[in-house]
């Protein structure tokens, strides 16, 4: 069943699965990012979302929403997500971020901590950790189920290598360095 947004009832604003017999806030809560409070950075690049299928009280929504950790000189390689717009908040850090637009110009910036950047539908992106610190960002996506489709790695240093050239961006020899390290 599906109600829309018009009803009163915040309940019924939701696709509820039929296996679903309660109707108390405990279907609209979701607690698997708990486990970051207090947790040790990763080592590596490391993302946790959350779309329907982990909560489903999503379903119907429109929604979803992802952490993501960067450790120094770290990477989240090229991707790109066909339905839905990602929506980035940097919370801690900075991050270089870029994309690709459907004329091929690539789009980059550096952002800081309380930036927001906005990632189009389908378009291939990319953050990278450049500094010395972690970086802590969430994404906010424009689809309760959202795929992510990954591009090659030779595409991705292409991208990397060819926004350094085009955008005097990674040019110190240690960013390009970790980058090539990250593309083994």
Known sequence: MVIHGSKIDLKLDCVIPPNITTDDANFFTHTAFRVLIGADPPTAFEFMKVSEAEFPALDGQGVSYAVLQFPPCS?????????????????????????????DVLHTQTLQ???????????????????????????????????????????????????SIKSSVLTEIRQIKCICTLGR
């Open 113 to 163: 901590t309380g930036d927001l950047f906005i990632f189009p539908v389908g378009v291939v992106h990319y953050q990278y950790n450049y500094g010395q610190d972690l970086a802590f960002a969430i994404s906010a996506f424009g689809s309760a189920n959202v795929r992510t489709i990954p591009t090659p790695v030779a595409l991705h240093l292409a991208i990397l290598i060819s926004s």
């Open 75 to 103: 990477l989240n390689p090229s991707h790109r997500h066909p339905h839905a717009a990602e929506l980035l908040f940097l919370l801690i850090g900075s991050l270089k971020v870029g994309f690709v637009d459907a004329n």
